[in-house]
């Protein structure tokens, strides 16, 4: 029996360890290749390719796939650190594909760059999971995320008639250029908002998903526009980052902050919301146990059906649900 190789490339940090991979001459669905090489009783080693492990998102979402992957007998990950180069994920998936993994999940730092490599695992018989972030076309086993554009919509929705309900100067942070995320989130903002016409987006600018850049874009854009009422970050980090700048200028108690994660973590946008530093965060769950419940339907129960599309639910966390939330969600102490 050839050893076969596939390419997990998830949005997660897991644990590292070998196994036994099956062999699949090129067919046209991940799925179906596995299906002749799975089963119980085998090793599977799943190779993850993370966009970035210092986003703390990315962080909870490494730790979710570990987790969940612990559970399954004979799953063993190996995380790569993309370090928000799309070249370097690239080759990240080159060489999961010559480890000979079983199972790629990825999480592509930006959607074109990345088309190529995903395409090249999948067509090879490797079953590819796309985790968070999408690519270019239909060449991978299954995707699992977030409605990125619903969110932002339910973002635009509440400054609309909530946060900013007689209107005001909106700055917006923006998520790395290239990602789907950041095009979604603000595509569904403007949709929010637009039942507002005295609502005004009066600056757009990346933050790249950091804190620290995200402070740095918010102070000079607070400096242009000292009259904006909120700011619209596509993340919490950002949005944190955005109220330190805000609060140096003395505008923390003017200008009204939001983000988007709600990470149940001591860090993470559901605890700032509580202690007031954001007026709402819109959950973004990370997947990572739906993905790895995905590979063990594939890999272990030699699934052929896995949904082509799993969409995570969202909500908005405000201080009036922040602390109910992050218990409901097992949040630490």
Known sequence: MRTRTVLLALLCTGALVTSTACSVEKPSDGADAAAGNCGTGRDFLIGMSQANN?????QVMNNDVQTAAKSVPGFSVVVSDAAQDNSKQVADVENFLTQK???LIISPNEAK??????RKAYERGTPVIVLDRKV???AYTAFVGGDNVAIGRAAGEFYASTLLPDGGKVIEITGLPGSTPA???AQGFRDGIAANPKIDVVASQPGDWLREKGQ???DALLKA???AAAVYAHNDPMAEGAYLAAKAAGLHTKVKFTGIDALPVPSGGIKAVEQGRLAATFQYATGGREAV??????LVDCAKDVPRSTTLDTMRITRENATETYARLGGVA
């Open 101 to 103: 993994i079983d199972l």
């Open 113 to 118: 760059p990345l088309t190529a490599v995903v």
């Open 293 to 298: 419940d995905l590979a063990r339907r594939i």
């Open 183 to 185: 095009a979604e989130r």
């Open 136 to 138: 270019e076309g239909e």
């Open 216 to 218: 740095s874009v918010a």
């Open 54 to 58: 210092a986003e703390p998102y990315r």
């Open 225 to 227: 526009h000292p009259d």
